[in-house]
């Protein structure tokens, strides 16, 4: 279904530079209020689709949640930034990482290859 919407919504992913841009559109990066040296980064921004943003934190919350089971690097990481940063926080951070993966996977037309 996340992905059936996500086609839908941006096609080949060509309109944007970067898997970034895309997470930004959705809405899952933080917003910033900085300016000279000083950076202050605060909660996501909440823009762009509602609708693809909550279908990515579902599917991320679903990997959060059945990651302490596995050994693989994507997981240790998951469970590393679950105890490091929250819950909450680690699912928005995996739903940002699987949005970045989306849109390398549909720039570049290949299957998807987990690094190992």
């Known amino acids: 279904m996340?992905?059936?919407a996500i086609v839908a919504a941006i096609g080949?992913?060509?309109e944007f530079k970067n898997g970034r841009h895309l997470a930004a559109w959705v809405g899952l990066?933080?917003?910033q209020h900085s300016s000279g040296q000083r950076t202050?980064?605060?909660g996501i921004s909440k823009r762009g689709s509602?609708?693809?943003r909550t279908l990515l934190v579902h599917g991320a919350r679903a990997v959060v949640r059945s990651a302490w089971?596995?050994?693989d690097p994507f997981n240790v990481w998951v469970?590393?930034?679950h105890q490091r940063r929250g819950f909450n926080r680690a699912t928005v951070?995996?739903?940002n990482k699987n949005a970045r993966i989306i849109w390398a996977v549909l720039r570049s037309g290949e299957v998807y290859h987990a690094a190992r």
């Open 29 to 31: 990066v933080p917003r």
């Open 69 to 71: 089971r596995k050994t």
């Open 2 to 4: 996340t992905g059936t």
């Open 50 to 52: 509602q609708d693809l």
């Open 12 to 14: 080949d992913g060509t």
């Open 40 to 42: 202050v980064l605060m």
């Open 79 to 81: 469970n590393q930034l």
């Open 93 to 95: 951070a995996v739903a």
